[in-house]
């Protein structure tokens, strides 16, 4: 049984959307700019292409920075390929929608991409199970959305970027907080797009020149969000809540617990609703995608720097394919203990996405 | 297996341009050959790092530093893993970011207008170069 929780998915263009769309939405997305509705995309570029070159040709054409992947090639470059049982789509431009300035039309396009990828893929492969992309920045339409897709087996939990106007635990967005608490639904958070669109920079130290430098640093949104969901005390009132930090690797999360757990005692009583200390909600609410694993020359620093985050219990296999950094099961799973591998190979995503469980022969 | 076996033959006139690949069967292995300044290499299609289909990378040309001055290398001289995007030299399979890492690299000699390329390595055998 393997479970990844982390395989992206995307529109060739935002046309692709229209026949899921209303007619003023459609004619914005047709009509708006040169060439019809652009998306705000990251300030840098992958220097030698964001996606695995083996699963695309380039083109003349430009699309979006990502680049579609049937399902036949998802299919034969990766499910088939690695024997994955099931895999959580996330989006790939979709996910932008969140720092859209526009905040109405984000929501009429996030729910088109859901319409689209269920149609397109959770209906077609029941291996693929889908996270709801939301307007983050309009979280009553988000949590509209949230109950409108919830409901539906083929959809398992919450897409939530990393880039954001506002850290996740505050309370603008109890609305979001409200719908996944009432469906028991998990929200995943995911590096994507910081820096971007309404998003604030991906650090305080303003913007870095090399795209070596925000891939270093894309998961310091997801950082903020972490805390902030802690702080706010999300996991108190709203208890049913789960969320996972996927592609903000791992071992900063061991420092932020250390720190906020300290600085916990000190400031209790900012934060009196947090009445147990932080790191204590970890382990009932918060699961960590494996990619990408950190990968120090000692094999043996890495599993010692991550083991305050219990990972045995907390780590979920994520590949993040097609992406140019993603991880192949074997590899991840062989770089740690034998008795941690089938709860990271499936059983911790099974439990966290509340996922079948795999039928005995 | 027969040294016949472990070798691949093809005419001369089959070698792949610069820039270009051809995939052979070398004694069951998957080995990609490449011309780069008039000479052949041949990569086994298997990056050292994670494992990726190393040959059906993009065969690239190094951006460089020199003397302080960003500069390029030898054009189309690396091929860059399409999974990782790890570089490696076309002409000794050495990792440019790693280098512990080197990727196999098998002889290539020209033999009565054949590239014949080998499993074996015979000692101090020159690299192949078309007419020479």
Known sequence: MLIDCDIHLGYETLNDLLPYLDAPTRELVVSSGTNGLAMPTYPWNHPSGWDRQDVYQRGDVPTTDFVFISLDTLRERHLDA????????????????????NAQLAARLASAYNDWVLEHFLQEDRRLRGMIVVAAQHPEAAAREIRRMGVRDEFVGVFLPGGARVPYGNPMYDPIWEAVNELGLPVTVHTHYETVGIAGPVTAAG????????????????????????CHGIFERYPETRVAMV????????????????????CRAE????????????WDHVRFGSQPLESPDDPQQMLAAIEF??????????????????????????????????????RNAQGFFRLPAPVVA | MTPAEREA??????????????MLDVGGHRVGL????????????????????????????????????????????I??????????EISTGRCLVDERLRVRTYPVRLEDGEVVVSLDRPPGSPDARPGG
């Open chain 1, 82 to 101: 690695y024997d994955v049982d099931l895999g959580i789509v996330e989006p790939d431009e979709a996910a932008v929608l969140s720092v859209l300035p």
């Open chain 1, 309 to 346: 985050l219990r990972p045995w219990d907390t780590l979920m296999y994520a590949s993040d394919f097609p992406h140019w950094d993603f991880d192949e099961p074997e590899q991840t799973l062989r770089q740690l203990p034998s008795e941690w591998r089938d709860n990271v190979r499936w």
């Open chain 2, 34 to 77: 490449y011309r780069l300044d008039d000479a052949l290499y041949a990569l086994a299609d298997r990056c050292p790092h994670r494992g990726g289909p190393l040959c059906a990378g993009r065969v690239a040309t190094p951006v460089e530093v020199r003397d302080g001055t960003l500069t390029i290398g030898t054009p189309r001289s």
């Open chain 1, 271 to 282: 934060i009196p609703w947090c009445r147990r200390r932080p790191s204590e909600y970890i």
């Open chain 1, 207 to 230: 913007m870095p020149d090399y795209y070596a430098e925000y891939h270093t640093l894309c998961g310091a949104g997801m950082y903020g969000h972490f805390v902030s969901i802690l």
């Open chain 2, 79 to 88: 091929v860059r893993c399409p999974w990782h995007k790890w570089e490696f």
């Open chain 1, 247 to 266: 592609e903000g690797g791992l071992v900063p999360f061991v420092g932020f617990l250390w720190r906020l757990d300290t600085n916990w005692k000190a």
């Open chain 2, 9 to 22: 033959r093809l005419p001369l006139s089959d070698a792949p341009a610069e820039g270009a690949v051809r």
